[in-house]
C-alpha cells in the first residue's frame, strides 16, 4: 500500500486519511478489505459472465460485458483531460448512465463526487468548488429542468470551473456524453489502491455548511461483504432501486452490488409507488430499501392492487420516524417477505442489519436493528442528558474532506459520534431515541437547520429565528421556522420559501411551517434552547388536537 504513515492518518493519492494500522490489518485478515478493485471485478465478470444483466433501466438491459465496454472507452475519454485522482462529479438521475460514469471513474482511478439533482445552485456551487472537482455530469433535461444551462451559470462563477458534459441532452456548448464513447482512444488504466478515496459524499452537518465524506474502495467492499451475508442476498437478486444514486444507499445497490454479489439492479428515475409495485411483480423484485415514505406508498399501493410481492425477500426501512405499526402492516400484507428498520449514515453505512428473522416482527418494527455490523457504543451525551451512539467498523468513512470537520466527529478510539441518541434492549437491539445533533431528516435527506437560519437571519423582516424538526407521520419529520420578527414587520411562509428559493436552496430544505413569536427561550450563555421550543410546539399540537 502505497503512502506515507503517520500517527493517526495516511496519505494516499495526495489525500489524507484517517488510519489505524491495526485495524487496517484486522480488516484485510478477516476479508472485509481486499487488495482487490471493483473495477478488476467488473473486468472478471464482464468475461466470465457477460450476458448476465447489471442493470435495467425501463426497457433497456445492460449485461456486464456493454457496461465494461462503455465503462473503459468513458475512462480513456476522461483520461484525456484529467489524471487519476481527480473529482468527477456527477448530478443524475437513476440512469443507466450514472452506472457507467461510476464505474468509468474508478476505472480510470478517479474519485467520484454524486450530487442530487435536487440541489440547487448555492449547493451546487459550493460543493464543485469544495470538491475541486474536474469534470461533472448532468442531464441535458430532467422534470423540466435544463441542467446544462444551470451548470454553465453556476460553473461561471467557479475559480476553476469543470468541464460539463450533458447526458441524453443535445449539444448547446457542453460535451455530450455519447460523443465521450465514440471512438475512444484507447489507453492504459491506472494502477489503483483500494485504501485510496474512491467517493465523496456530501451530507448536511450543524455547521451550515455541507461535508464531504470520503470512502475508500476498501470500506465500500466491506460494507457490501458485511450486507451480503446479513441481507438474504444471493446470485440473481433484482434490487428496486428508486433511491436516489447520489445517496449512499441506491449507488451501492445500482453500482456496487450487481458487480460483487451477482444482483440487477431495476433503476426508477422517478417514485411512483403504483408503477413501483407492477415493476416487483413483473421483473421478480427481490430486494428494496427506503425511507418510511417508500414503504408507506409501496404499501398502499399494494393493498390497492390486491399484490402481496410473493419474490420480495427483504425490505430494508431506515431514517426519522419509523412507526412500529407501519413495519407490522407491512409484515402482514407481504408475507413472504421480511420487513424490518435499519440504522445508519453516510459516514458509517448501516450501523445495524435488522432483524432477517420473518417470525420476530417485534424486534423488525420496535427497534433499529442489531448492533452486529459495526462495534457500537453508548456513551454519555455532552449536549443532551441521554447516551450518544457511537460506531466505528470497516464500513465506515476514511475522513472528512475538510480536516476541521473531524474536529469533534471522533472519540479517542476512532469511534464515529453519530448525534443520535439511542439503548439497546433485549441485549445487542438499538432502539435511537432521539438526537444530540441538530439535524433534520426529511424524506430521508439530512437537513441543517443552521444553514437555513443562517440565510434567513439575513431577511428584511426577520429578527431571529430557529428551525426546529417536528415529528410527520408522512415523511418522518418536518422543519418549522420559529420567528421573532423585526419591529412592525409580519413576515409570512411564503415570503421566506421564496426569500430561500432566490438564494438557491434546494426545496427539500424549505420550512413547511412558520411560527411568530415575540421571543425565543435562551440559556444563560445566551444560546437558543430548541428543545423549549420543539416541546412547546407539541404541547401545543396536542392541545389543537383535542
Known amino acids: 500500500m502505497a503512502g506515507e504513515e503517520l500517527a493517526a492518518e495516511r496519505i494516499i493519492a495526495g489525500r489524507r486519511l484517517r488510519w489505524d494500522a491495526a485495524r487496517a490489518a484486522d480488516a484485510y485478515g478477516r476479508g472485509w478489505w481486499s487488495r482487490d478493485t471493483l473495477g478488476a471485478m467488473l473486468g472478471r465478470v464482464a468475461s466470465d459472465t457477460p450476458e448476465r444483466v447489471v442493470i435495467e433501466d425501463g426497457r433497456l438491459r445492460i449485461d456486464c460485458a456493454s457496461l465494461y465496454r462503455d465503462a473503459r472507452a468513458l475512462a480513456s475519454a476522461m483520461l484525456e483531460t484529467a489524471l487519476p485522482g481527480s473529482v468527477v462529479s456527477m448530478m443524475l438521475p437513476n440512469w443507466h448512465e450514472a452506472a457507467i460514469v461510476y464505474h468509468a471513474a474508478t476505472l480510470a482511478g478517479m474519485v467520484v463526487h454524486p450530487i442530487l439533482p435536487s440541489m440547487r445552485e448555492r449547493e451546487i456551487a459550493f460543493m464543485l468548488d469544495d470538491a475541486r472537482s474536474q469534470m461533472v455530469f448532468v442531464p441535458g433535461e430532467f422534470r423540466g429542468r435544463d441542467y446544462a444551462a444551470i451548470l454553465q451559470g453556476v460553473c461561471a462563477g467557479l475559480r476553476k470551473p469543470p468541464r460539463i458534459v450533458a447526458v441524453r441532452g ?11 464513447l465514440r471512438d475512444p482512444v484507447p489507453r492504459d488504466l491506472p494502477p489503483v489502491d483500494p485504501d485510496a478515496v474512491r467517493m465523496i459524499m456530501y451530507t448536511s452537518g450543524t455547521t451550515g455548511r455541507p461535508k464531504g465524506v470520503m470512502h475508500s474502495q476498501n470500506s465500500i467492499h466491506a460494507l457490501i461483504r458485511q450486507l451480503g451475508r446479513h441481507w438474504l442476498i444471493a446470485p440473481g437478486d433484482r434490487f428496486l432501486v428508486p ?5 449512499i444507499g441506491g449507488s451501492i ?15 426508477m428515475d422517478q417514485w411512483d409507488a403504483a408503477a413501483g409495485v407492477a415493476a416487483m411483480r ?4 427481490t430486494h428494496m430499501a427506503g425511507a418510511t415514505p ?3 406508498q409501496l404499501l398502499s399501493a399494494a393493498q390497492a392492487a390486491d399484490e402481496r410481492l410473493p419474490d420480495l425477500k427483504l425490505f430494508v426501512c431506515g431514517g426519522a420516524g419509523v412507526p412500529p405499526a407501519l413495519i407490522e402492516a407491512a409484515a402482514a400484507h407481504f408475507t413472504g417477505a421480511v420487513v424490518t428498520r435499519v440504522y445508519g449514515s453516510t459516514e458509517v453505512p448501516v450501523v445495524t442489519v435488522g432483524t432477517t428473522n420473518r417470525g420476530d416482527v417485534a424486534h423488525a418494527a420496535r427497534t433499529d436493528g442489531r448492533a452486529g455490523i459495526a462495534e457500537v457504543r453508548l456513551v454519555p451525551s455532552d449536549v443532551s442528558g441521554g447516551r450518544e451512539i457511537v460506531a466505528r467498523g470497516p464500513q465506515m468513512l476514511v475522513g472528512y474532506h475538510r480536516a476541521e470537520d473531524e474536529a469533534s466527529a471522533f472519540d479517542a478510539d476512532g469511534f464515529f459520534r453519530t448525534g443520535d441518541l439511542g439503548e ?5 437491539y438499538l432502539v435511537i431515541s432521539g438526537r444530540a445533533k441538530d439535524i433534520i431528516i426529511r424524506n430521508g435527506e439530512n437537513i441543517a437547520p443552521k444553514e437555513i437560519e443562517d440565510l434567513l437571519a439575513g431577511h428584511p423582516a426577520v429578527d431571529e429565528v430557529a428551525i426546529v424538526g417536528l415529528p410527520d407521520p408522512r415523511t418522518g419529520e418536518r422543519a418549522c421556522a420559529v420567528t421573532v420578527p423585526r419591529a412592525g414587520q409580519a413576515p409570512d411562509l411564503a415570503g421566506l420559501t421564496a426569500f430561500l428559493r432566490s438564494a438557491g436552496v434546494a426545496s427539500f430544505k424549505l420550512p413547511e411551517r412558520l411560527e411568530l413569536w415575540d421571543a425565543l427561550p435562551k ?7 430548541k428543545h423549549e421550543i420543539r416541546a412547546t410546539l407539541l404541547a401545543q399540537d396536542g392541545k389543537d388536537d383535542r
Open 170 to 180: 443535445e449539444s448547446s456548448g457542453q460535451i455530450l456524453f455519447e460523443d465521450m
Open 243 to 247: 433511491s436516489p444514486v447520489s445517496h
Open 253 to 267: 445497490y445500482a453500482f456496487e452490488m450487481p458487480v460483487m454479489l451477482g444482483t440487477s439492479a431495476v433503476l
Open 282 to 285: 413483473d421483473r421478480g423484485v
Open 294 to 296: 417508500f414503504l408507506e
Open 424 to 428: 439497546l434492549v433485549d441485549g445487542d
Open 523 to 529: 440559556n444563560a450563555t445566551g444560546k437558543v434552547v
